[in-house]
């Protein structure tokens, strides 16, 4: 994240003694990247953020994952996953994942416990409800269309109000804005289709008393249940340039023109092996023989998931998809839009549609949760027909 802040109180220069009113010293961390070569922030604490007293064995939840063969273009309905009582941390329900990326849902209804993923960064996308996400760092206020970016060891805790359901992106390294729009020196450039003024951060500390207190830390060799000497919410003050943000769907600017675009002026975020792009409503293309709808293509280099989250998504017409479906369409598999969908768009002027996409450059591979909700007609959706097969009786 390249924008500078400052939230609550800090010295005027770093690494000088900073003192509490009993005049013991603010314990001072730098939360850094890229060992100390990359963005950081200067947090003060008014307890050690070193004092644990126990430390036992977190055992996560193992998900069954099966590769994606035979190959196949794949359909989830995620509103068809249980809904129960859960929480955003326990209760993420994995759909698809490879050594770079996790990708999983969740429709959560109770507060999380204190938690940190130490493997990279979280950008979890809320389809709807709103929730209260408390961090080291202060508080963000979150709810639908929010993508909630949260650093690679960020303790934090979801706190939802009601029920909010969770599209969660977990990275195996760190989820930043794409270069291309940034300067030089990191300011969002005029090409950009967001800038400054669209990140919401933390704006005030969030102190919270407290002893003996659960943290659980998802690490590179596993799960580990960690209990602080005290609340790890004691931060006074921090600046820099590492700290949650939240960017919502809706001020993403979409770029147009007269004949189709490419993904990429989708893109949002960037991560290690994969993006994060949005489609959002906007006026088609204006050229006199135009054709809205996407042409067939082959990503030769990149798997291809759609999260759909609203409006009306002309190109997969007739497929089955509805709001909450997921689609994969994966590396050696030509795809497009459904029979029809190319001459129905013609003349068209604008579109309603919301959708989350992820592209990854290694293969997915399939969760159960995904298993547990797939549409296993959606493969043969293009032709309208299936020969024979184990599951032809499914369509
Ligand atoms: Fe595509």
């Known amino acids: ?29 730098l939360m850094g990247t890229e060992g100390f070569s990359s963005e950081a922030a200067l947090l003060y604490h008014e307890g050690l953020p070193t004092a644990i007293v126990d430390a036992q064995d977190w055992a996560m939840p193992t998900a069954v994952i099966l590769p994606n063969h035979p190959l196949k273009p794949r359909h989830f309905t995620t509103h068809k996953l249980d809904a129960g009582s859960a929480d955003a941390v326990t209760g993420r329900q994995l759909l698809l994942a490879n050594r770079d990326v996790r990708i999983s849902y969740a429709v959560v209804d109770a507060p999380s416990p204190l938690y940190r993923n130490a493997i990279g960064d979280e950008c979890v996308y809320v389809e709807s409800g709103e929730a209260v996400v408390e961090t080291v760092f202060g508080a963000l206020m979150v ?65 919270v008393p407290g002893e003996d207190v659960e943290v659980l830390v998802r690490h590179r060799s596993g799960g580990t249940r960690f209990v602080y000497a005290r609340h790890p919410f004691d931060v006074v003050g921090w600046d820099g340039c590492l700290y ?21 002026v989708h893109q949002t975020f960037a991560g290690p092996n994969f993006v994060i792009c949005s489609f959002v409503p906007r006026k088609f293309d204006y050229h006199p023989l135009s054709i809205p709808a996407p042409y067939n293509h082959a990503n030769v280099d990149s798997d291809e998931v759609i999260f759909y989250v609203g409006g009306d998504f002309m190109s997969r017409k007739g497929a089955g998809i509805e709001l909450g479906s997921v689609s994969l369409h994966p590396n050696g598999f030509t795809h497009g839009p459904q029979p029809g969908s190319v001459e129905a768009s013609i003349g068209k002027e604008a579109t309603d549609e919301w959708a989350v996409m992820v592209d990854t450059f290694r293969p997915l591979e399939l969760g159960e949760a995904a298993l547990a909700c797939e549409d296993t007609s959606y493969a043969w959706t293009w032709s309208g027909r299936r020969n024979g097969g184990p599951d032809s009786t499914t369509g």
């Open 1 to 29: 994240m390249p924008y500078y802040r400052a939230v609550g109180r800090i010295p005027h220069k770093r690494h000088t003694q900073f003192r509490r009113s009993d005049g013991g010293l603010y314990a001072e961390e």
């Open 143 to 207: 709810g639908q269309g929010d993508y909630v970016v949260l650093p690679t060891s960020t303790t934090h805790r979801w706190v939802p109000d009601g029920e909010a359901r969770l599209f969660i992106v977990e990275a195996a390294g760190h989820i930043a804005p794409p270069a291309r729009y940034l300067t030089k020196r990191g300011q969002f450039n005029e090409f950009s289709p967001y800038c400054e003024r669209d990140l919401r951060g933390p704006a005030e500390p969030l102190i």
């Open 244 to 264: 949650p943000y939240a960017l919502n769907i809706a001020d993403f600017e979409p770029i147009t023109g007269r004949v189709h675009q490419p993904p990429p």
